[in-house]
């Protein structure tokens, strides 16, 4: 009895220790790490499904001198007419780093018309647009 009650208080401690370590990397890794370490983990062992069935289509982008912003204006759509989707996030790619969004998006996959967005990033000032994908839908 004794030696179960020592086994449960290592493994409660164990448990509090790693639940601490967690918490302490996501507040303090930098962004760059924490998409660093998504990227080398497969899709697979995360139990995410390697096709996206939500597709984005970039209609223009264009530097806005005067408020030194990058305006880029797309569509979403769907290409699995079975599934709907709600949750979108879009890699916007640039020549000096990328930038993420999440879109909220009610994408039914029977909708033959495209979702329109318009989006506006700061920075980049030296940089050159390079494209968009979605990289992860649900």
């Known amino acids: ?5 020592i086994i449960l208080i290592t493994i409660g401690s164990i448990t509090v220790v790693a639940v601490i370590g ?3 990397f996501i507040y303090t890794a930098s962004n760059e790490t ?8 497969p899709m697979e062992e995360m139990g995410i499904d390697s096709e996206i069935y ?9 530097r ?5 912003k990058w305006v880029i204006n797309g569509f979403l759509y769907c290409t699995n007419d079975k599934q709907n989707f709600t949750r979108q996030t879009i890699v916007f790619r ?9 879109f909220n998006f009610h994408i039914n996959g029977a909708q033959t018309l495209k979702r329109p967005f318009e989006v506006r ?7 050159q647009f390079k494209g968009a994908e979605v990289v992860s839908a649900d």
């Open 94 to 102: 640039f020549s000096d780093g990328d930038e993420y969004r999440d």
């Open 34 to 41: 924490k998409e660093a370490l998504f990227r080398e983990t």
């Open 121 to 127: 990033f700061k920075g980049h000032d030296n940089a």
């Open 64 to 68: 806005n001198i005067v408020n030194t």
């Open 1 to 5: 009895m004794k030696a179960l009650k």
């Open 54 to 62: 939500v597709k984005c289509e970039i209609n223009s982008f264009r």
């Open 22 to 24: 967690i918490i302490i």
